[in-house]
């Protein structure tokens, strides 16, 4: 797959303002920072993030998502995930460089809900001023496309944080090596047909979690 061009980061004097504009919105709607994980989960756990709707493909999904979101989820990590924290720092530092989205680990919430979350690998500006979003996954297999699950988690970022456009980066490893030089990318553009479906579904979870707990 051929490797997309950098996005530019240079801006005008006429851009300066829309930046400044843009840079304080988010910042103002950030709840938490990976780098403090207590206060980080406990945040997610107040509303529902990118991880639990990259899960809900459809109505059936929903219940197993409140009951993670009451009870917690079993699932505690394994040598694949050990491996995708590892290697993200790395990924995220060419993503830098080739590309210009800084590495984020902050957790926003949506400008109109609070309980809607999402914390992206990258946050940038393109140089029309646009926001940008950059996620990192790592993966033992090729993948001729981007598997479902992980566009639903794009989307839901783009709709969270009002982005745009999202490039996705994966490293392929064979046991837990790297076999290239440089990972792979692929823009994907925002989907408000798909986020409208998603929000639904989101707000189905949420409910049912009010419900669980009064």
């Known amino acids: 797959m051929t490797i997309v061009q950098p996005t530019l980061s240079l801006w005008d004097d006429d851009d300066a303002h829309d930046r400044f504009t843009v840079l304080r919105d988010h910042t103002a709607r950030i709840l938490a920072d990976a780098t403090d994980r207590v206060g980080w989960l406990r ?29 917690g989820s079993r699932f505690s990590g394994n040598a694949f995930t050990d491996h995708g924290r590892e290697r993200e720092p790395v990924i995220a530092a060419w993503v ?32 029309q001023g646009r926001l940008v979003l950059a996620e990192i996954k790592t993966t ?48 994907v553009d925002r989907d408000d047909d798909q986020i409208r479906g998603l929000v639904e579904l989101a707000d189905l979870v949420l409910d049912r979690l009010r419900v669980a707990r009064s």
Not at 147 to 172: D, K, M, N, S
Request: aromatic residues 10%.
């Open 140 to 187: 033992s297999t090729g993948w001729r496309r981007i598997p479902r699950h992980y566009l639903r988690q794009i989307w839901w970022q783009q709709y969270v944080l009002g982005a745009e456009r999202t490039l996705f980066v994966w490293e392929r490893h064979d046991d837990f090596v790297p076999v290239a030089d440089e990972p792979e990318c692929r823009w």
């Open 43 to 71: 945040a997610r756990a107040a509303g529902i993030t990118a991880t639990d709707v990259a899960r809900l493909a459809s109505l059936h999904a929903v219940e197993a998502v409140v009951a993670d979101k009451r009870y």
């Open 96 to 127: 830098a460089a080739t590309h210009g989205i800084e590495p984020s680990s902050a957790l926003f919430h949506a400008r109109t809900n609070r309980a809607h979350l999402a914390t992206p690998d990258g946050v940038g500006h393109d140089h």
